[in-house]
T-cell receptor, first 116, second 114 residues
Framework: AQKVTQAQTEISVVEKEDVTLDCVYE???????LFWYKQPPSGELVFLIR??????QNEISGRYSWNFQKSTSSFNFTITASQVVDSAVYFC?????????????FGEGTQLTVNP | GAVVSQHPSRVICKSGTSVKIECRSL??????MFWYRQFPKQSLMLMAT?????????EQGVEKDKFLINHASLTLSTLTVTSAHPEDSSFYIC??????????FGQGTRLTVV
């Protein structure tokens, strides 16, 4: 079975602080994909990143960065110099090739609030 | 990037009536689409996998007679909530993806049953 755990239910920071959202996953698949999505109050899911299981290189995109550690089954997301517009619910998700086809298993989400 | 359009974005209906939600992939063919349900402050739970030209595959605990899914073409899947009740009020969101690309999500439909 696949499982994604986002232990942080809510995080509150002050603008310009850095914040890291944790994601730990479980899967029996040898080939799998990890995702991060942002869900603002409007409800729409905004795709942020996809990482396959063979690529452990960390990625940076502007203020966003991701740390994929296969050894600890973690795929953490860091926002540098947070802004009020970053306030949203962030979901980590997993798609495993062998056992789940292309369906996504989502974590419980982390509500991030950035205060001015 | 690929776009998935979901309609309507918001619907209010009376208890006992049926509501149809459409999910369209606008610039790619989606042989598989997914329907999720999200309760307030909770995660997305997969309801069913919609397969073009065949029956949908429902997750355990999801009533297939209540949530009718039709995937009549490679660009359209519909979810019909039959005989809706207040407990069916939720946020429904569809997803379509090319194999092993990121999943593209519709805008979601907020259903309120009164």
């Amino acid at each position: 079975a696949q499982k994604v755990t986002q232990a942080q239910t809510e995080i509150s920071v002050v603008e310009k602080e850095d914040v890291t959202l944790d994601c730990v996953y479980e899967t029996r698949d040898t080939t799998y994909y990890l995702f991060w999505y942002k869900q603002p109050p409007s409800g729409e899911l905004v795709f942020l990143i996809r990482r396959n299981s063979f690529d452990e290189q960390n990625e940076i995109s502007g203020r966003y960065s991701w740390n994929f550690q296969k050894s600890t089954s973690s795929f953490n997301f860091t926002i540098t110099a947070s802004q009020v517009v970053d306030s949203a619910v962030y979901f980590c998700a997993l798609s495993g090739r062998e056992t789940s086809g292309s369906r996504l298993t989502f974590g419980e989400g982390t509500q991030l609030t950035v205060n001015p | 990037g690929a776009v998935v359009s979901q309609h309507p974005s918001r619907v209010i209906c009376k208890s006992g009536t049926s509501v149809k939600i459409e999910c369209r992939s606008l610039d790619f063919q989606a042989t598989t689409m997914f329907w999720y349900r999200q309760f307030p402050k909770q995660s997305l739970m997969l309801m069913a996998t919609s397969n073009e030209g065949s029956k949908a595959t429902y997750e355990q605990g999801v009533e297939k007679d209540k949530f009718l899914i039709n995937h009549a073409s490679l660009t359209l899947s519909t979810l019909t909530v039959t005989s809706a009740h207040p407990e069916d009020s939720s946020f429904y969101i569809c997803s379509a993806r090319d194999p092993w690309s990121e999943a593209f999500f519709g805008q979601g439909t907020r259903l309120t049953v009164v």
